[in-house]
C-alpha cells in the first residue's frame, strides 16, 4: 500500500508561485514512480509530471513545460510550480505506481491522494 496525502494549494494571481507537496508512506514494493496529474470541470484528469522509480529522471506535459519541476526529497514529491496562468486552475492529484506503459498514462498509476486546488485568479 502507497498512501499519499497532497498539499499547498491555493488562491494566486496569474504569474504567481505555488509549491505543493505529496507526502509518500511506502509499505509495499521499491520505489514508485511517482506523478501529477490535474482535473478541471468538463475535462479528463491530465498529466502534468513525473519522476521515474528508478533513474530519478523527470517529465512534463507541453503545457507546463519550463514553467513547472517535479522533484524527490526523502519521503516527499514537491511540484514547484512558477509563472502559473488561468488555465492552470484545477484540482492537483499526486499519484504513485510501477508503470508498464506510458508514464503518462492515468491507468498507469494505482494509487492516488484525495487532490489539492489550486485557484489563479486574472
Known amino acids: 500500500q502507497v498512501q499519499l496525502v497532497e498539499s499547498g494549494g491555493g488562491l494566486v494571481q496569474t504569474g504567481g508561485s505555488l509549491r505543493l507537496s505529496c507526502a509518500a508512506s511506502?509499505?509495499?514494493?521499491?520505489?514508485?514512480?511517482m506523478g501529477w496529474f490535474r482535473q478541471s470541470p468538463g475535462k479528463e484528469r491530465e498529466f502534468v509530471a513525473a519522476l521515474g522509480r528508478r533513474d530519478d529522471n523527470t517529465y512534463y506535459a507541453d503545457s507546463v513545460k519550463g514553467r513547472f519541476t517535479i522533484s524527490r526529497d526523502k519521503n516527499t514529491v514537491s511540484l514547484q510550480m512558477h509563472s502559473l496562468k488561468p488555465e492552470d486552475k484545477a484540482v492537483y492529484y499526486c499519484a504513485a505506481g510501477w508503470p508498464s506503459g506510458l508514464r503518462s498514462n492515468v491507468n498507469e498509476y494505482d494509487y492516488w491522494g484525495q487532490g489539492t486546488q489550486v485557484n489563479v485568479s486574472s
Open positions: 511506502q509499505r509495499t514494493f521499491g520505489r514508485p514512480t
